[in-house]
C-alpha cells in the first residue's frame, strides 16, 4: 500500500491518505497535534513512573529479605545441648568467615549445595547469620 504525501505549511497541515482512498486532504490544525503529542507524552510519563514505582518495591523487597530485619538470630547460648526437647536438632555455631554457603559445603552430603543452602535460610529465618549465632541444620 503507497501513500500520497502533500506538501504542508504550519498553517495547512495535512495528513497523508492512501493512494487507494482518492486524493481527499483532511485539515490537521495545530492545536490537533499539539493535543496528540502531550496525550502520548502524558502516557510515556505514567508508564515510566508506574515501572519505576514496580522496580524500587522489588528492590526494597530484595533488601528486606537480605537484611532480616524484626527478628534476632539464635545464639549459641540459646541452644541447650542434649535438650530432651528435640533430639534430633543439629546445630552449627558460626565461626568468623562462615557462610551458608561454607556450612552447606561442610554438612550437605548427598544433598545438592544450593537446595541445602536454601533448607538452611528457610530454618534459620533469613540468610544472614552472625559469628556465634547457632545456625539450626536440615
Known sequence: MTATLYP???ADRV???P???GSLR???SD???GVNYRVRRAIASIV???VLALGVVAVSAMVGVLADVGGRPAAASDVVAGSSADASVRVHVAQ?????WSIAAQYRGDVGQARFVDALVDLNDGAGIQIGQAVRLP
Open 8 to 10: 504542508s505549511r504550519r
Open 15 to 17: 495528513h497523508p491518505r
Open 19 to 21: 493512494s487507494g482512498h
Open 26 to 28: 483532511v485539515p490537521c
Open 31 to 33: 492545536d490537533t497535534a
Open 48 to 50: 515510566a513512573v508506574a
Open 96 to 100: 568468623p568467615g562462615d557462610t551458608l
